[in-house]
């Protein structure tokens, strides 16, 4: 709720439900994911995300707030998880199918880490990250004094490529269009993302990245909206 770029961004609203309820509801259509579970932190601030996962029956761990690789390691600890699918909470329209194809490819593939936008093909806002509890637990131990590694968590995976087996899943020729950025990190994402629930969800709640494609090749204009929006980098 603290965003520097846009306080209580998890929380705005599109077709009347925050956007943190559209990304929970899209995970829960998931196949490949056995629970969702928010981790936010301990502020007080942060206190309507932990009501809004009570409201939809999902588990939440609170911790630090800048302490990010810590907070994500001891959630999965407290829910026993043996494999963790790391989503940002700034991915709001983010399809189900693509979280599956990335969880399916990470064991197929026998790695210590996948990530679906290394080679940044799939559009901005459907970031998918897999890794090992096991792993994560690895690199805590070897990044304790490393800022951005503890506010980026899979950062020290990354980082030990000689080390970590490490795979891009690249998006097919489809679902390829890197020029369109369905994040939430400022106002004019804001827009742009509103923009495109109002369009596809009251026609189909299920929408999925397909349609949000063809609905941008449609109204390209669109992609104007936020275009000016500056991404952050994890070592910057």
Known sequence: ????????????????KPLLAHLIERLQ??????????????????????SLAVQLG???FRGSEHD?????????????????VEITSDCPALDPKVVDKCVVAFFEHKVHFLANRINPLYPGGMDVRVFS??????V??????????????????????????????????ELSMP???????????YKMIKTVFEALYPINPQFDLRDIISYIKENPEILEVNKNVARKDARK
């Open 140 to 173: 805590e131990l070897i990044s304790r004094d490393d800022p951005a590694a503890r506010e980026h968590v899979s950062l020290p995976i990354t980082d030990n490529e000689e080390k970590y087996k490490i795979y891009s899943l690249e998006a097919p020729p």
């Open 68 to 84: 990010v690789l810590e907070r994500v390691l001891k959630a999965a600890n407290e829910f026993n998880a043996d494999t963790i």
């Open 179 to 189: 020029d369109l950025n369905i994040e939430l990190d400022e106002p004019d994402d």
């Open 133 to 138: 509890t096991q792993t994560l637990r690895e």
């Open 29 to 50: 259509r998931a196949e490949s994911l056995d629970e969702v579970i928010i981790a936010t932190t301990v502020n007080d601030t942060d206190d309507p995300i932990a």
């Open 1 to 16: 709720m603290t965003s520097t770029r846009l306080p209580g961004k998890v929380l705005l609203k599109a077709c009347g």
């Open 58 to 60: 999902v588990g939440c």
